[in-house]
């Protein structure tokens, strides 16, 4: 799966917390997102360091606070708010690649909110990416991976 179509796949199966999905699915919407992420910061980033420049912060300390939460911040916020379902189901699709349930992904979730256990759990999420899936069809559905499957459904 290429950049693109990872892309419309992934806007595509928005709410499928049903199948899955392959490592180069997931890799994709990550350097999607760091891209995209990367772009919308950077006005952000230029109102910050206007307000630390024009001497703000000595006056009001919370004058960093303003100038991210400012307007140019909105994009960012609404980028996050738009995939935020898409990537919760990218992520049981993962998961449901290696026929597990995706509901193991509370786990990251909520393991994420605690100091190191976060750490841990982030850098375990991380790890398990990098692995494929189960080869061949599981509970979940046919592998994604398999071009004969897909030829005879």
Do not use: C
């Amino acid at each position: 799966m290429g950049f693109i179509e990872a892309i419309k796949s992934f806007y595509g199966r928005y709410v499928d917390f049903q199948t899955r999905s392959t490592r180069s699915e997931y890799w994709w919407i990550v350097l999607y997102q760091i891209i995209v992420g990367i772009i919308l910061a950077i006005p952000v980033m230029g109102s910050v360091v206007s307000v630390a420049m024009s001497g703000g912060l000595e006056n009001d300390p919370m004058a960093m606070y303003g100038a991210f939460f400012s307007l140019s911040g909105l994009p960012i916020i609404l980028f996050a708010l738009v995939n935020f379902i898409p990537g919760i189901a990218l992520a049981v699709r993962r998961i449901h690649d290696f026929d597990r349930t995706g509901w193991l992904y509370l786990i990251v979730i909520f393991g994420g909110m605690i100091p190191i256990i976060g750490m841990l759990v982030s850098l375990g999420w991380l790890i398990v990416n990098f692995f494929k899936g189960t080869t061949g069809p599981n509970r979940f559905g046919d592998d994604p991976l398999d071009p004969i499957s897909d030829t005879f459904n």
